[in-house]
Structure formats: C-alpha cells, structure tokens
C-alpha cells in the first residue's frame, strides 16, 4: 500500500511571498489531517477534512493559510504571504475515518528568510 | 538531519532496559489514543493505539495503558534497541471536539549501547 505522499520536500521562501504544498492520501481514506511542526514541538493540527468538507480550522491562520480539498481526495495548503514565524515542518496525514489510524508523510519543510 | 526534539524532555535508557514513557491528555472525554514514534526527518510513525473503553493494549515490545480517572496514557518498550532511539508523541481523539487528533509535547528516548 502506497503511504501519504507530500510535495515539495524542501522549500525555501523569502518573507511575503507565498507557497503551496500538496498531499496525496492512502487511496480511500476519507480523512486529512494537515499539521504544522515546529522545531522542538509537537505537530499542531491546522485543518482537517472529511471527505472534502472540513471538519475543523479553528488553528488556522485564515488571513494567510488556505487548505482545500477538490474531490474528497489529494489536497492542497497554501501559505500567502509568509511570515518568518512559519518555518516549519508542514505534515499531511490520513486515515480510513476517524478513530483509526492516521498515517503520516515525510513533510515539507518550509525555511522562510 | 535536524532533530525535531532539541527542547523536549529526554528520557535516557541503557540498551537492553525496559523503557517507560509518559503522558498526561488533556481531555477526558478523549476517546480514542494513539502513540507515534518520529525519527529526525521524518514524520509521525504510528506505533500502537487504545481506545477508552480498553485499559491496556499490548503489540510487540510495546505496551500502552490508560488510566482515565487522572488522564494518564504511558508507553512501556521492553528491551529497548539503538533503533528505539526517537521523539514518542502521544495523540487524542474526541468526538465532542470533531474529532480532532491532538499530539501532546513530546518526550525524547536516547538509547545508550
């Protein structure tokens, strides 16, 4: 079985401009989990989606950060503008539904300068 | 690669050593609780989970018990291995929440040979 595939793997950004990262969940999972992980801490949930509706973003920056889901399947976040304060690893998870498992991939990390 | 535990508690075990570590959660109406394992560069990977219903829950090496009544999930590796060496997250889960996956601070496990 295929795990949660994240891209890019490294980005580096200057302040101001913007990013966007993409996620491909496990085939059929129906939740998406997008968290963000600063050094030293533990992932912070940013949004999560079930199926394409979302089920929470109270932690998401809705000034500068946008999460969607087109069809319930791979999805994208974006950061506009960026801040220093947003280099971080940003991980994408999955799971069949809630209560299960969450799978993770490898993250993005974002270096903003 | 960067480490993702530079601030985190560690917890240091001679290898061979059962290893115990621990976790206070947040909310007691959690319901469902999972421990994730992450080595530098890379993201979450699941490790073992328990419901709340379920007071103990053992896989191989690893043993998770919950006690409800002050919140308290712990993790036990017995013989711990080099390999085991990695920052251990726990998670929750509630319904009353959306079901929002939740990761606590996170403790380091050095593995001395």
């Known amino acids: 079985e295929a795990g949660v595939a994240q891209s890019p793997r490294y980005k580096i950004i200057e302040k101001r401009q913007s990013v966007a990262f993409w996620c491909n969940p496990i085939?059929?999972?129906?939740?998406l989990y997008w968290y963000q992980q600063i050094l030293g801490q533990g992932p912070k949930l940013l949004i999560q989606?079930?199926?394409?509706?979302?089920?929470?973003d109270s932690q998401l920056p809705k000034d500068r950060f946008s999460a969607e889901r087109l069809k319930g399947v791979d999805s994208t976040l974006k950061i506009q503008p960026a801040k220093l304060e947003d280099s971080a690893v940003y991980l994408c998870?999955?799971?069949?539904?809630?209560?299960?498992?969450?799978?993770f991939g490898q993250g993005t990390r974002l270096t903003v300068v | 690669g960067e480490s993702v535990g530079l601030h985190l508690p560690t917890l240091s075990v001679q290898e061979g050593d059962n290893s115990i570590i621990n976790c206070a959660y947040s909310?007691?109406?959690?319901?469902?609780f999972i421990w994730y394992k992450q080595e530098s560069g890379k993201g979450p990977q699941f490790i073992i989970d328990?419901?709340?219903?379920?007071d103990k829950r053992q896989g191989q090496r690893v043993t998770v018990l919950l006690n409800k009544t002050v919140k308290h999930l712990s993790l036990q590796i017995a013989a711990t291995q080099p390999g085991d060496s990695a920052v251990y997250f726990c998670?929750?889960?509630?319904?009353?929440?959306?079901?929002?996956?939740?990761f606590g601070g996170g403790t380091r496990v050095l593995v001395k040979p």
């Open positions: 998870a999955s799971s069949r539904t809630f209560n299960t498992e969450a799978f």
């Open positions: 085939s059929g999972h129906a939740t």
């Open positions: 989606f079930q199926n394409n509706g979302v089920v929470d």
């Open positions: 909310n007691s109406a959690s319901d469902y």
């Open positions: 328990i419901r709340s219903n379920m």
């Open positions: 998670a929750e889960q509630f319904k009353a929440a959306g079901n929002k996956l939740t």
